[in-house]
């Protein structure tokens, strides 16, 4: 799974061909969730104050993100997204 950003100790990654509805995963630590792009729906558990970093980033990055899904479902090359400064 290609990672697509990563920032203050989070990993975000993007599966070639995943199911929908759109999303991407999100590892910290022993903690790995998954959170749709369009309205954010997390599955699985994080604290809280790493979760508020992957909503910050998320509103940021919503567009691109639909960009890399796209191309992720092509199975083509993934581009790297900005991290949260």
Same mark, same amino acid.
């Given at each position: 799974?290609?990672? =697509?950003?990563?920032?203050?100790?989070?990993? =975000?990654?993007?599966?070639?061909?995943?199911?929908?509805?759109?999303?991407?995963? !999100?590892? &910290?630590?022993? &903690? $790995? =969730?998954? !959170?749709?792009?369009?309205?954010? =729906? !997390?599955?699985?558990?994080?604290?809280?104050?790493?979760?508020?970093? !992957?909503?910050?980033?998320?509103?940021?990055?919503?567009?691109?993100?639909?960009?890399?899904?796209? $191309?992720?479902? $092509?199975?083509?090359?993934?581009?790297?997204?900005?991290?949260?400064?």
């Amino acid at each position: 799974m290609p990672q =697509i950003s990563a920032f203050y100790g989070l990993s =975000i990654l993007m599966n070639f061909k995943d199911h929908t509805p759109p999303h991407f995963h !999100v590892w &910290y630590g022993e &903690y $790995k =969730i998954t !959170v749709t792009i369009k309205d954010g =729906i !997390v599955e699985g558990k994080m604290p809280a104050r790493a979760l508020k970093f !992957v909503f910050e980033w998320l509103e940021l990055h919503r567009d691109e993100l639909m960009d890399e899904w796209e $191309k992720a479902q $092509k199975g083509e090359t993934l581009t790297k997204i900005e991290p949260l400064k």
